[in-house]
């Protein structure tokens, strides 16, 4: 593709990587060839190129974790400058990527559809989002017909966290080899026996994905070393204006204080202090359940954090606090 349709479906391009002459050159958005440049040189964020051996010919193209959760602080251009790794790309349309593919036609046959089905589910995404669960369970929308992608988090701020806060699938490290082996499609290893489950997800128990093993495998050594880079990155402080601080210092618990969002004005929001709360955004986290924390096989499968207050009885401090370990 042209880098125009790169920059317009939310790519990255690190400036950082970029000689004087192809500075020069990312004027000429229209040209494929210079998206080729860019890749020889791995300037594209978390892009990957793939070349034979005359260095011309692109013969396959991968991805790493930067792709989503790193961005650029577009000092050069819109979508061209120093990397800021460890921020979510909240401009990355991965809809839009995905139904760019010529053929779409073995993603209809794994959900079971049709292709004009899926590239209607790729396009109610949007950017920023993406469904981690699609290929999973096969459901693309929530029960009020809104789509089921949520907010591609950060990678940053991680220190202190057990369980992955996004999804609570488990451990940062375990959805780390999740979304290796899953979604990413690397070579390793990843058991998770609750995909066995044809009910809850029965895509990836008719594929066995919670069964995944590799004889070469490359991801498994490389979890540990990812771990301490993600523990490494700090969280940026919020923007000025982004959330009622005032309100935020009033909360008594992590993800348990009461705060006004900026956008909705509703009290009784029960979020993370300083959290971007003005956002209203789906977090893809799963129901919350008195003294026992968030919980993966029972209630909604999506909550949002600009909703109504939760019923008596149904948000505890015990569950706060359980929930602040996460």
Request: proline letters at 7%.
């Amino acid at each position: 593709m042209s880098p125009r349709t790169a920059l317009a479906v939310g790519l990255k391009v690190d400036a950082d990587a970029l000689p004087p002459e192809l500075r020069h050159k990312l004027r000429q958005l229209d040209d494929p060839g210079t998206t080729l440049a860019l890749m020889r040189l791995n300037a594209v964020v978390g892009v990957t190129g793939f070349f034979e051996r005359d260095g011309n010919r692109l013969r396959a193209v991968g991805i790493q974790c930067a792709f989503c959760h790193s961005t650029v602080d577009n000092s050069l251009a819109p979508g061209v400058g120093r990397r800021l790794d460890g921020w979510a790309n909240r401009d990355l349309n991965v809809g839009a990527i995905v139904a760019l593919s010529p053929n779409l036609q073995p993603v209809a046959d794994l959900l079971h559809t049709n292709v004009e089905t899926v590239e209607t589910v790729l396009a109610s995404w949007g950017p920023g989002k993406f469904d981690a669960e699609l290929f999973l369970d096969g459901k693309a929308f929530q029960p009020n017909g809104r789509s089921a992608a949520t907010l591609i988090p950060p990678a940053f701020g991680l220190a202190g966290v057990n369980l992955h806060t996004w999804e609570g699938w488990g451990s940062v490290t375990h959805w780390n080899a999740f979304v290796a082996n899953l979604e990413m499609h690397g070579h390793g290893t990843f058991f998770d026996p609750r995909l066995d489950d044809a009910a809850q997800f029965p895509i990836a128990a008719e594929n066995h994905m919670g069964h995944l093993t590799s004889d070469d495998d490359r991801i498994t050594a490389k979890l540990p070393a990812l771990h301490f880079y993600q523990l490494s990155l700090p969280a940026p402080a919020p923007p000025r204006g982004s959330f009622d601080a005032a309100a935020a210092e009033r909360g008594d618990e992590l993800f348990g204080g009461k705060a006004r969002c900026t956008s909705c004005h509703t009290d009784e929001l029960y979020s993370e202090p300083g959290w971007d709360l003005h956002r209203g955004e789906d977090l893809g986290i799963d129901n919350f359940q008195a003294d026992r924390g968030p919980t993966i096989a029972t209630g909604p499968r999506r909550s949002r954090v600009c909703g109504p207050t939760p019923r008596a009885g149904s948000f505890t401090t015990a569950a706060s606090r359980l929930y602040s370990t996460w």
